[in-house]
Every structure is written in C-alpha cells, then in structure tokens.
C-alpha cells in the first residue's frame, strides 16, 4: 500500500492564479480531509468528505472548493490564489470518521507570491 | 466548542531524560484524545489515542499519555528521550464520530545529544 499520496510536493503561485493539489488513498477508507499547517497555529480543517459524492466544510474554508468523485481521489482546488494561502498543505484519511486514525500524506508547500 | 491548548511552543531535553509534553483541552463531555508526531519535513503520525478505559495510554515509539479528567489533561510522556524523538507534536480533541477534530499549536521538542 502507498498510503497517502499527494503532488506535487511544492509550488509557487503568482496571485490569482488557479491550481490543484492532488490527494490520493489506496486504503479505501471513507473519511478524507484537507488541512493546513501554518506556523504556530497547528492544523486548521479546510474540508473534508465522508464518501464519494460527499464533501463539506471545515473551519477555513473560503478560498477552496472540493470534490470526491472516486473514494480515492480527493483534490483541493485553489480558484484564485492570494498570499494569505501561502501554506503548507496536508491532505489525510481514515476509515470512517476523524476519530479513527488519521493517515497523512507527506504535504505540499505552496508559496503564493 | 472543543478547544486544544498546548501550553509549551518548544520543550528542550536531554538524550537520556525525561519527557512530559502537556495539553490541556476543553470540551463537555470525554472526548477522543490524540497525540501526533511530525518528524521535519513529513506528514503527521498517530502515536496514541485514548477515548474510555485504562487512564494510561501506551503508544508507538515507547510514548505513552495519561488521561486526567479532573484536571482536563492528557499529557505525553517518554521516560528516555533519544535524538531521533526530535518533532513537532501535536495534541488533537474530537468527540465520537467527529468530523471536524480541533488540533493543538504544537511543541517543538529539540533534543541535545
């Protein structure tokens, strides 16, 4: 198993430009979420989904929309990227809800210039 | 609502000694507790989690955590300490079948040889 997989691994965004983070599970868990990690603040939620078909927001959402048309496919889409979303990014998953281990990929740093 | 509090940004130790990583959480009723760890550069890890039973929690890496309802604490602890230890760690809170788990700030522990 490969786990939690996530590309790229960094990129730079001038602002208002648009792109995906690509997250991908080969575990068949349910339970997928989108978090991001910014210096002393931990990790906030941005979105998550309880199943293909399902998605919904976390405490940050604005700025970001989701979709999960696979169970194992869940990508976050930047719209029109600012500097505020200068993050580091973490996509992770568990069987069912957030209570039960959470997997997490390995990140991607974006820069948003 | 459910909050997290990680009283310590950075806890410095000794190869060899002790360690005790505090967090403090607030929520109505017992919740789920987790501790995560993140080497640099790597996603995040279970260590343990603890939602009913035995106070004492054992966990990977020979980490272990108490749950303390009276005083709303669920500290990590080591008794020795090794330089590959060095990460971030975070505490987690979420009630049964969350969805939307609340995370600490993170203690930064840095380990002197």
């Not at chain 1, 991908?24 to 906030?44: F, I, K, T």
């Not at chain 1, 604005?62 to 979303?85: C, H, I, K, M, W």
């Amino acid at each position: 198993n490969a786990g939690v997989t996530q590309t790229p691994k960094f990129q730079v965004l001038k602002t208002g430009q648009s792109m995906t983070l690509q997250c991908a599970q080969d575990m068949n868990h349910e339970y997928m979420s989108w978090y991001r990690q910014d210096p002393g603040m931990g990790l906030r939620l941005i979105h998550y989904s309880v199943g293909a078909g399902i998605t919904d927001q976390g405490e940050v959402p604005n700025g970001y929309n989701v979709s999960r048309s696979t169970t194992e496919d869940f990508p976050l889409r930047l719209l029109s990227a600012a500097p505020s979303q200068t993050s580091v990014y973490f996509c992770a998953s568990s069987l069912q809800t957030a209570t039960d281990t959470q997997y997490f990929g390995p990140g991607t740093r974006l820069t948003v210039l | 609502a459910q909050s997290v509090t990680q009283p310590d940004i950075h806890i410095t130790v000794s190869e060899g000694a002790s360690l005790e990583l505090r967090c403090n959480y607030s929520y109505g009723a017992t919740p789920y507790l987790f501790w995560y760890v993140q080497s640099p550069g790597q996603g995040l890890q279970l260590l343990l989690k603890y939602f009913s039973g035995d106070t004492l929690v054992q966990g990977i890496k020979g980490f272990e955590a108490e749950f303390k309802r009276s005083q709303s604490s669920f500290n990590l602890r080591k008794p020795s300490v090794h330089w590959s230890d060095a990460a971030e760690y975070f505490c987690a809170v979420g009630p049964l079948g969350s969805y939307i788990p609340t995370f600490g700030r993170g203690t930064s522990l840095i380990v002197h040889p």
